[in-house]
């Protein structure tokens, strides 16, 4: 088991982001806006998918890793901090998740 946290990769990218896209992939995602970060994460949400599909271990612990990595991006470029995500996430754990959607499609 790693020590690697979701908050460790959030604090990579807040650091990363804030060098020369030059020096960063990182820096150059964020320099080309959020249109082109979300692009990016919807295509590696699609690789996800399909290597989820087609039972390929490695390809989706690999494609999973690269959803993370840019849903990170994402949330960095939009200024939502991965604690209001955790939040969230907490707070629908309160009720079972049929009665969390129910709730959401209510609204």
């Given at each position: 088991?790693?020590?690697?946290?979701?908050?460790?990769?959030?604090?990579?990218?807040?650091?990363?982001?804030?060098?020369?896209?030059?020096?960063?992939?990182?820096?150059?995602?964020?320099?080309?806006?959020?249109?082109?970060?979300?692009?990016?994460?919807?295509?590696?949400?699609?690789?996800?998918?399909?290597?989820?599909?087609?039972?390929?271990?490695?390809?989706?612990?690999?494609?999973?890793?690269?959803?993370?990595?840019?849903?990170?991006?994402?949330?960095?470029?939009?200024?939502?901090?991965?604690?209001?995500?955790?939040?969230?996430?907490?707070?629908?754990?309160?009720q079972s998740g049929l009665s969390e959607k129910a709730n959401r499609q209510g609204s």
């Amino acid at each position: 088991m790693t020590d690697f946290t979701l908050t460790d990769l959030e604090t990579i990218v807040a650091r990363r982001a804030g060098v020369s896209p030059e020096e960063s992939w990182t820096a150059k995602l964020v320099a080309k806006g959020q249109s082109r970060a979300a692009k990016k994460l919807g295509e590696e949400a699609v690789e996800t998918v399909i290597a989820a599909i087609e039972g390929d271990r490695s390809a989706l612990i690999s494609e999973s890793a690269d959803l993370l990595y840019h849903l990170m991006v994402v949330l960095k470029i939009a200024g939502i901090p991965l604690e209001d995500v955790m939040r969230e996430l907490e707070g629908r754990t309160a009720q079972s998740g049929l009665s969390e959607k129910a709730n959401r499609q209510g609204s």
